[in-house]
């Protein structure tokens, strides 16, 4: 069975080009909100028409470009109105600090400034692209702090690499993080408020330099429920275990490699978490007589004898914390679920264990979660990762204690 989640399915969205080197990035942009299931209405400055072109626009949306406040195609010349009712959002990518300054102040002197005035209660997000001098400039600043009190929702600027060859803020935020933040500005804001600390991914046990014990663990789910989290409007910290998975926009991740480097990462955040979401598969035992040379094989091919010492439990002991987080553990079992979940739920004192057979998610993209609590049991239905880990912020939400 295919699963196809469109991201955007039945979102309007009036995307606003103004002048910057940016443009040719938010080309991109346009494709991939489109294969997401997004209508998108570009209009574009004049300044933006220098950097790339309407035909290019216009074939990307596959719908007619707007730039001009007079545009005769319009039968009630009322583009600026026409465009903004029933849009689900306007974005402004890139936006200039000319554009900035204009949206601050409220001015209107072509289509797109226009349509910003007229846009009601139309979200207006802006996507910052300008030099770093520009950006620090205290008019700019004065001006998007003017912005955020108008509820604006800024998407970065980035760090890094200019177009002019300086290094600083400014930069415009990649296509797919522009994609990530306007999705995530679409799901309910939950957990606004909260600080959530997720464990995700396989830990690695070290034995020599070159050989480690670990356990097979992809972390999709744990960066899955990561950028839930985060799209729920929680501030994330996720302490990985190595895994080949690129960070969530807006979560900062902590990398570890063995339980007990996980352990000091977690209890360092611990006590200022308001939820600690245990998804890692951690290794319940390291190599005490680990090498820090690399082990050869002996003549007589003879097996190295490797010690074995507990790992801590990290779930089990931030549960225990006086006034420490709501705490979610997870168990992959292979079999007798119900009856191992429940039974580890009681032992590592949570009010709520996540549990699913191992071998029908590992590495999968589908996943079927079953919760354990007080009152029972009770399954979400199987769905793909992220869709499975929005179901458990939303179900871990509402248990919350008020
Ligand atoms: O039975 P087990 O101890 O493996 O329980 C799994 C749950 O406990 C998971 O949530 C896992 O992340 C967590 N755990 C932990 N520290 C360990 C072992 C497991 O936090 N040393």
Redesign the pocket.
């Known amino acids: 069975m295919r699963h196809i989640m469109l991201e955007l399915a039945n979102k309007r969205i009036v995307l606003g080009l103004t002048g910057g080197i940016a443009c040719y990035k938010v080309a991109e942009f346009v494709r991939r909100a489109g294969e997401q299931g997004a209508t998108i209405d570009v209009v574009m400055t004049q300044a933006a028409t220098q950097f790339i072109t309407p035909v290019t626009m216009q074939a990307l949306s596959g719908r007619p470009v707007y730039i001009d406040p007079w545009d005769s195609r319009v039968p009630n010349n009322m583009a600026h109105i026409n465009l903004t009712r029933g849009a689900d959002a306007i974005l402004i990518a890139p936006a200039s600090t000319d554009f900035l300054a204009k949206l601050a102040h409220g001015m209107a002197d072509d289509l797109l400034s226009t349509l910003c005035v007229a846009r009601g209660n139309c979200p207006l997000l802006v996507a910052p692209a300008m030099n770093r001098e520009m950006w620090l400039n205290p008019a700019t600043q004065r001006n998007v702090a003017l912005l955020r009190q108008d509820a604006v929702q800024l998407l970065g600027p980035a760090e890094g690499e200019q177009a002019c060859g300086e290094v600083g803020s400014g930069r415009m935020i990649e296509p797919d993080q522009i994609l990530s933040e306007l999705v995530a500005f679409f799901q309910p804001k939950t957990l606004a408020g909260k600080c959530v600390l997720i464990?995700a991914g396989p830990t690695s046990e070290r034995i020599d330099p070159v050989r480690v014990i670990t356990n097979r663990s992809s972390g999709k789910t744990g960066y899955a429920i990561a950028r839930a989290a985060r799209e729920a409007g929680a501030k994330v910290i996720l302490v990985s275990g190595p895994t080949a998975l690129p960070t969530p926009y807006g979560v900062t991740r902590l990398n570890v490699e063995s339980?007990r480097q996980?352990?000091a990462a977690?209890m360092d955040h611990a006590r200022d978490s308001d939820i600690f979401i245990?998804?890692?598969?951690?290794?319940?035992w390291h190599v005490v007589n680990s090498s820090d040379q690399k082990l050869k094989k002996t003549a007589g091919g003879g097996a190295p004898q490797l010690e074995f010492a507990?790992?801590?439990?990290?779930?089990?002991?931030?549960a225990a914390l006086e006034g420490g987080p709501w705490c979610?553990?997870?168990?992959?079992e292979t079999e007798n679920l119900d009856e191992?979940a429940e039974a580890?739920r009681r032992?590592?004192g949570v009010p709520l264990?996540v549990g699913n057979l191992a071998h029908k998610v590992m590495d999968a993209d589908i996943t079927e979660l079953v919760l354990f609590e007080d009152s029972g049991r009770s399954s979400l239905t199987p769905q793909p990762k992220l869709q499975a880990a929005r179901a458990l912020v939303q179900a871990i939400s509402q248990r919350l204690p008020r």
């Open positions: 464990t339980a996980m352990h977690v245990s998804v890692a598969a951690v290794a319940d507990p790992n801590p439990d990290i779930l089990a002991e931030v979610v553990g997870f168990a992959a191992y580890k032992r590592k264990l």
